[in-house]
């Protein structure tokens, strides 16, 4: 989920495990998600993406799914690797041609070996 | 991602001082995109640009100033440092394009102000 303040949520898994990290977004009218993995002392790098017209996508061990209904974002890592310890975060576009993303506060994924 | 550059990597500078943050890409996007991110906020948008000489304000311009003299460079200027603005400082590109509007960001700048 979203932080409040200056913490981030977390989420702790062991390796091999299947994570889930959730998103709720704000905007009903956004058309596009992303999901972003942050690794310390890096840029973010982009994992996947959905448009609003599709429910779920699935790439290389990650899956997104995407209920509109109640304005939620969900990335699942099948069999969590040490190297998918990371700060992950969506972004959405609002709709419209401007192109900008609004970015969710992110989530610290840590993976016990 | 190596096709966007950062410059400095790590800057220490002091309140008052005027700092200047490049950002270079060869992807050949025409977008470009300041964020800064803080602990607990998220990435927060300071400027965007669809083109040279485009300039457009995000949600936290005041304090900075940006330039886009040339597609692949886009430089963010703090004209007088303050310490609130001590921050990691992204930049990113994207490619005018239907359908998919992701951004490619640059590996950040770490920026203290004392």
């Known amino acids: 989920g979203e932080s409040v303040g200056l913490h981030l949520p977390t989420l702790s898994v062991q390796e091999g495990d299947n994570s889930i990290i959730n998103c709720a977004y704000s905007?009903?009218?956004?058309?596009?998600f992303i999901w972003y993995k942050q690794e310390s002392g890096k840029g973010p790098q982009f994992i996947i993406d959905?448009?609003?017209?599709?429910d779920k996508r699935q790439g290389q061990r990650v899956t997104v799914l995407l209920n509109k209904t109640v304005k939620h974002l969900s990335l699942q890592i099948a069999a969590t690797q040490p190297g998918d310890s990371a700060v992950y975060f969506c972004?959405?576009?609002?709709?419209?041609?401007?192109?900008?993303?609004?970015f969710g506060k992110g989530t610290l994924l840590t993976v016990n070996p | 991602d190596a096709d966007v550059t950062q410059t400095p990597r790590n800057r220490i500078t002091k309140t008052g001082k005027r700092i200047m943050l490049e950002c270079s890409q060869t992807?050949?996007?025409?977008?470009m995109y300041w964020y800064r991110q803080d602990p607990g906020l998220g990435l927060r948008l300071i400027y965007y640009?669809?083109?040279?000489?485009?300039?457009n304000k995000g949600e936290i311009s005041d304090g900075y100033s940006v330039s886009r003299q040339a597609q692949a460079k886009f430089s963010l200027s703090l004209e007088s440092a303050i310490p609130n603005q001590t921050a990691l400082y992204f930049c990113?590109?994207?490619?005018?394009?239907?359908?998919?509007?992701?951004?490619?960001f640059g590996p950040g700048t770490r920026l203290t102000v004392l």
């Open positions: 990113a590109t994207s490619k005018q394009r239907e359908a998919r509007y992701e951004q490619f």
């Open positions: 905007n009903s009218a956004s058309d596009y």
């Open positions: 959905i448009r609003s017209n599709m």
């Open positions: 972004a959405e576009n609002s709709g419209g041609s401007n192109y900008k993303l609004t």
């Open positions: 992807k050949g996007h025409d977008r």
């Open positions: 640009s669809f083109d040279v000489k485009d300039i």
